[in-house]
């Protein structure tokens, strides 16, 4: 947010093509990932900001499978499930930076931390680049994807121009941690931009009708291992 007396801002999100429904195919459209609802909600948080925070929020959606033809589209994208509406720019990487060839911002924003989009966002004339940084795939560290030494020395270059946002304590803490201090990292929690906005009823996990202890999308940095061992310590429990 602004503060003492800064002068409003204008900033650019840039997010893909897999996070609204407008821009996906219709067989893959529907609740998504995480990461999805994470990219519309902080959209739909920074266009409510007041005008002397934000003057502008300008959206460009990256496609590199199935970008419009021709040009770069205009198009309306639902957020929030229909609860808002954001005018945005859709396109390949090339029909955007045409679209766009001397626009400048102060921020710019991408919606994850994958190297495509860090690439693209790179292009842009701004004054400060952050990336939201929802999982592990990073290039360093022991759970990343695999990649050349060529690759990562790459990926890592064009990340020390962004500061990560990073979705968790943990995620901060493993990019300090691996980053060797490299790459400048904050918690910025998805509940901080509404990502639970409206909040859901209350949850009773001691109540008869819950039996099972559920794990959501199971993996190493999670835990697993712990999760593994508690359900073979406790057989009376469904896991």
């Known amino acids: 947010s602004a503060c003492g007396g800064r002068a409003a801002m204008d900033l650019v999100v840039v997010a893909t093509f897999e996070d609204f429904d407008e821009t996906l195919e219709k067989r893959l459209r529907g609740p998504g990932s995480g990461r999805k609802h994470a990219t519309q909600a902080l959209v739909s948080h920074l266009v409510q900001q ?3 925070h934000v003057r502008q929020v300008d959206l460009l ?8 033809k021709g040009s770069a589209k205009e198009m309306k994208v639902s957020l929030r499930r229909g609860a808002v509406e954001k005018l945005g720019h859709w396109g390949s990487r090339e029909q955007l930076l045409q679209r766009f060839p001397s626009s400048a911002w102060d ?8 190297r495509i989009a860090l690439d693209f966002v790179g292009q842009l004339k701004v004054r ?3 990336a939201m940084a929802h999982g592990y795939d990073l290039p360093f560290g022991p759970w990343g994807q695999e990649h050349t030494l060529e690759q990562i020395s790459e990926f890592s270059s064009l990340l020390e121009n962004f500061e990560l946002f990073c979705a968790s304590r943990h995620l901060m803490e493993f990019v300090e941690k691996w980053g060797e201090g490299r790459f400048p990292a904050r918690c910025c929690y998805a509940a901080d931009y509404g990502y639970f906005d409206p909040p859901v009823a209350p949850m009773a996990p001691w109540e ?8 959501v999308s199971p993996c190493p940095e999670k835990g697993l291992s712990l999760f593994l061992g508690l359900a073979k310590s406790m057989p009376e429990t469904q896991f």
Not at 61 to 66: G, N, Q, R
Not at 107 to 114: D, F
Not at 208 to 215: M, S
């Open 50 to 52: 007041p005008d002397e």
């Open 61 to 68: 959606i990256l496609d590199w499978k199935s970008p419009p």
């Open 107 to 114: 921020v710019a924003i991408s919606s994850s931390s994958r």
């Open 128 to 130: 400060r680049r952050v």
């Open 208 to 215: 008869e009708g819950h039996t099972h202890v559920t794990f």
